[in-house]
């Protein structure tokens, strides 16, 4: 029998992933791109994204994180490298604190067990943040930062050496699910069994409908170099989110070896195009680093090195979307928060794509509502 053939639209990490395990799986790969890979402004590069066991009171995210580290020291064997680098993970607010108390009885459900820290040691063990409003906090070892721009460059390293066929700088037009085919920018046509699309922020330009399902979302980052003296005490910090539930909560990434000390923003703007040129207003960097001004201990004294604009679609309810759609599987697995999953999401779209998982199985599954 014939190897299946699949087109992959999108070379980021859901493209990239699911064409990894497609070959595994025996199918027969063509990879279309519209930029470089990887590709400066696509979702999946930069330096690192976080990946951490709580998730709200959300088992089946909880869940799904323990599969995706399964699935990425698969892809580290394949690919003879390891880009994850282990911080541990650090959550704000004690056991009367509703937030923290519900992210940890989640995480009991799952088997996984917190260290609990009076607010005098959490105080004592994090002097480079002010900590004194809460009544404690919790830390896990596990968690960390995926090196994703390194993921992406070695994923497309491997399966060209592999002899899979991936096309750098050749956008797609248009794509008929029914038919499995598509419509290059030069006007030819690619035709397979089955077609995987990964488009990610630009994935409504590409299938209009799904605006009404998914919005790109203009995000800013930057990085900032802190106060003199306090860099090795930085390194050693875990990844922070700090959620108020208002317009302050920030994200935090601490410095690794070879990467910055990284702070995003966690509202959703829900606005901009993602092919527009990407300039960082200083005051919208600056809109960053304030938000932690009721955390960093000498706050006044961290300086802005870059800003960063970033794109990645939104679902209402923050879910991650894999839908069948005749002979095409369309990947949305984003809302922000979609790229440590992205080595188990390339296996189960590979299994949906092979007939391996049932979709609708698998569509459940990535929403946090199924096994
Ligand atoms: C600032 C920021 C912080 C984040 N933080 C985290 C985090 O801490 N943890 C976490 O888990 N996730 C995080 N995420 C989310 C995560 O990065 C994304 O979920 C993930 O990278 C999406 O991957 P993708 O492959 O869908 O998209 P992309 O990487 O954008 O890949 C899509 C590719 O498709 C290509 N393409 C689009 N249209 C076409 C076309 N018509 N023809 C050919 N090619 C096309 C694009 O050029 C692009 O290269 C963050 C995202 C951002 C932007």
Excluded at 49 to 77: C, H, N, T
Excluded at 113 to 129: C, F, K
Excluded at 204 to 218: E, F, G, I
Excluded at 342 to 367: C, F, K, L, Y
Aim: aromatic content about 8%.
């Amino acid at each position: 029998m014939s190897k299946p053939k699949v087109i992959v639209i999108g070379a980021g990490i859901m493209g990239l992933a699911t064409a990894w395990q497609l070959a595994k799986k025996g199918a027969n790969v063509t990879v279309l791109e519209q930029s470089a890979v990887p590709n400066p402004v696509g979702s999946s590069v930069d330096d690192h994204r976080l990946i951490r066991y709580p998730y709200g009171d959300k088992p089946g995210f909880v869940a799904m994180v323990r599969q995706a580290f399964g699935a990425w020291d698969e892809m580290w064997a394949d690919l003879g490298e390891r880009h994850y680098h282990e911080s541990g993970t650090l959550v704000f607010g004690g056991p009367n604190t509703p937030r923290a108390k519900v992210q940890a009885d989640v995480l009991a459900t799952q088997g996984i067990d917190v260290e609990w820290l009076s607010p005098a040691q959490l105080v004592r063990d994090y002097p480079l943040l002010m900590l004194d409003d809460l009544d404690g906090g919790f830390r896990l070892p596990t968690g960390g930062t995926l090196r994703c721009g390194r993921i992406v460059a070695a994923l497309y390293r491997h399966l060209t050496f592999q002899g899979m066929d991936i096309r750098p700088f050749t956008q797609v037009k248009d794509v008929d699910p029914v038919t499995a085919s598509v419509t290059l920018a030069d006007g030819s046509k690619l035709t397979a069994d089955k077609i995987v699309i990964a488009a990610g922020a630009w994935l409504t330009k590409l299938l209009p409908d799904m605006a009404s399902r998914v919005t790109p979302s203009r995000q800013i980052v930057i990085y900032v170099r802190p106060p003199a003296g306090t860099a090795d005490a930085w390194r050693k910090m875990p990844c922070l989110l700090d959620i108020d539930g208002g317009n302050n909560g920030f994200y935090l990434v601490p410095p690794t070896p070879g990467t910055g000390l990284k702070i995003g923003d966690h509202i959703f703007s829900r606005q901009g195009d993602p092919s527009a040129e990407r300039i960082v207003a200083k005051a919208e960097a600056q809109a960053i680093l304030d938000k932690c001004a009721g955390r960093f201990r000498n706050h006044g004294d961290y300086r802005i090195i870059e800003g960063k604009a970033c794109f990645y679609t939104v679902e209402p309810d923050e879910k991650l979307l894999i839908e069948a759609r005749d002979k095409a599987l369309i990947l949305s697995p984003c809302s922000g928060h979609g790229f440590k999953f992205g080595s188990i999401v390339g296996t189960r779209a590979a299994d949906v794509v092979m007939g391996a998982a049932d979709a609708e199985q698998v569509r459940r599954w990535a929403t946090g509502e199924a096994p």
